[in-house]
T-cell receptor
């Protein structure tokens, strides 16, 4: 248990569906992150929020839309995804972006796009 | 962009020692992390190096040479539960983490 929870743990969606991934951290952190993990590939940073402000969008397609209503919650809204978007989506948090400490990861949402 | 290389797979026997190497090229350097990830679970933090040298934490140690762009994670007295993927990650001058593809370690009885 890392103090970061993600729901749902598994999600299957069609290319025309709209769904959302949720992340919540109970660590009092101020920075939150979305990563994509595909098989045999490095974790790819997607978005960074620091004190609820988006500070990084790593050239992510607009079919992925993040939302950070407060420092404890992070969402990833999905619409008109492609099969190649199937992957494990990991949320992480840290004290803040420019800080020495490590990032704490959630267990991820396994997404399958059919 | 960043370039982080680590071996894809390693196999070792229970009780043995395994060393996982990581080489990197990054724009600036603000520390190197090692994470452990069991299948279907969250990556969990193992170690952090920002200065050259060896950091020891129980059965796990991590070494860093900034001039060589090189680190290793040493796992001693291997146990079956150490079978997992080990991720090397480097933080750059903008405090962004870039990860290697991970090394899958299989511990055999």
């Amino acid at each position: 248990e890392t103090g970061v929870t993600q729901t749902p743990r598994h999600l299957v969606m069609g290319m025309t569906n709209k769904k959302s991934l949720k992340c919540e951290q109970h660590l009092g952190h101020n920075a939150m992150y979305w990563y994509k993990q595909s098989a045999k590939k490095p974790l790819e940073l997607m978005f960074v929020y620091n004190f609820k402000e988006q500070t990084e969008n790593n050239s992510v397609p607009s079919r992925f839309s993040p939302e950070c209503p407060n420092s404890s919650h992070l969402f990833l809204h999905l619409h008109t995804l492609q099969p190649e978007d199937s992957a494990l989506y990991l949320c992480a948090s840290s004290q803040e972006v420019a800080e020495v400490g490590e990032q704490y990861f959630g267990p991820g949402t396994r997404l399958t796009v059919t | 962009g960043q370039n982080i290389d680590q071996p894809t797979e390693m196999t070792a026997t229970e009780g043995a020692i395994v060393q996982i190497n990581c080489t990197y090229q990054t724009s600036g350097f603000n520390g190197l992390f090692w994470y452990q990830q069991h299948a279907g679970e969250a990556p969990t933090f193992l170690s952090y190096n920002v200065l050259d040298g060896l950091e020891e934490k129980g059965r796990f140690s991590s070494f860093l040479s900034r001039s060589k762009g090189y680190s290793y994670l040493l796992l001693k007295e291997l146990q079956m539960k150490d079978s997992a993927s080990y991720l090397c990650a480097v933080r750059d001058r903008d405090y962004k983490l870039s990860f290697g593809a991970g090394t899958t370690v299989t511990v055999r009885a």
